[in-house]
């Protein structure tokens, strides 16, 4: 039995047949690969494009989709180990999954950070303890990576693009008036990596640079392919020749859990805006989001509304590899 939970899980070979699954999927998308087939998506956090994806990716391959979160009158659960419970936890994460397991064929997790201590959310606890206690396959939904979302991005660029050995792509931290989750950049800058692109970290300062892990995962990788992970603080430097744009935003790590002293440096740059003058730098480069995106803040109208933003391809794309990846753990 194996687990989604991070693309740096799965080879190149794997994550492109499940993405050709996907192609597939978007020309015929309905089948019965799912027929008799239950998965539970359990939602600690807000949705829209996940939610509806999965929901209907089940539907339409024949399955079936249980929705759960704690507003929706599931009992809140406990994550740690040998813990007294006599807190607001009313049940155990083993109890939770090996129930479910019994029930469903997968599980999906989606659980932020909480956002007080980055030496406990980079643990990915929530996630880890359903892929520990359940026996069957879990799905990572976003939890501090975003897996499923790279997987709809690569797609996307791909049907653009074909080939994207050597390409140039730019991970550009942009500004938001709150701290946000490093989910997706981490996963963007990995799995860039991984398919044979020449990344480049752009954010304002050292502070913004993520967590090791990944940095050291997508270097790997980029190595492996004759590439090198380039981290930037001038934008002028990393838009030059870009073939890829990816636009996100997130908190810096060093502040996690204290973010008053963050937003001083925050404020400082909504100069890092994704914008006509930037792309003009770039090799007619495609451009993206992962969405929810506040327009004019992060990207200018202009820019998202031109033919070279892939951002509606690639949210449209997450309901076909969600299928191929539902698929490929049941089959």
């Known amino acids: 039995m194996k687990h989604f939970l991070n693309t740096a899980d799965w080879s190149r070979p794997e994550l492109q047949a499940m993405i050709d699954e996907a192609r597939i999927l978007k020309t015929s998308p309905h089948g019965d690969a799912l027929k008799g087939k239950t998965v539970a998506l359990l939602f600690l956090n807000n949705s829209l494009r996940t939610r509806t994806s999965f929901d209907v990716g089940a539907k339409e391959l024949g399955g079936h989709a249980v929705v759960l979160s704690p507003s929706g009158g599931m009992w809140p659960l406990e994550f740690e180990d040998g813990v007294v419970m006599d807190g607001e936890a009313e049940e155990h994460v083993k109890e939770a999954a090996k129930v479910l397991s019994r029930y469903c064929d997968m599980i999906g997790i989606r659980a932020f950070p909480k956002f007080v201590d980055w030496r406990e959310d980079r643990k990915d606890k929530i996630l880890n303890a359903f892929a520990t206690y359940a026996d069957v396959p879990v799905i990572n939904m976003e939890t501090i990576t975003h897996p499923c979302q ?179 753990l049941v089959g």
């Open 150 to 328: 790279e997987m709809a991005h690569i797609m996307a660029l791909q049907e653009r693009l074909g080939d994207l050995d050597g390409k140039k792509f730019v991970l550009t931290w942009t500004y938001h008036p709150k701290p946000l989750n490093t989910a997706v950049a981490n996963s963007a800058l990995m799995i860039a990596a991984k398919f044979g692109m020449a990344p480049t970290l752009l954010c304002p300062t050292e502070d913004y640079i993520l967590d090791e892990r990944y940095i050291e995962q997508a270097s790997k990788d980029a190595g492996a392919h004759g590439e090198a992970l380039t981290i930037s603080h001038d934008i002028d430097e990393a838009y030059d020749g870009a073939e890829v744009v990816y636009a996100k935003s997130w908190g810096a790590l060093p502040f996690f859990g204290n973010w008053e002293p963050e937003k001083g440096i925050r404020d400082r740059f909504k100069h890092f805006i994704v914008d006509e003058e930037k792309m003009a730098k770039t090799n007619s480069a495609l451009v993206s989001h992962c969405l929810p995106m506040r327009r004019n803040v992060k990207m200018t109208d202009a820019v998202f509304d031109s033919d070279n933003c892939i951002a509606y391809e690639e949210a449209e794309n997450r309901l076909h590899v969600q299928k191929a990846i539902m698929k490929a």
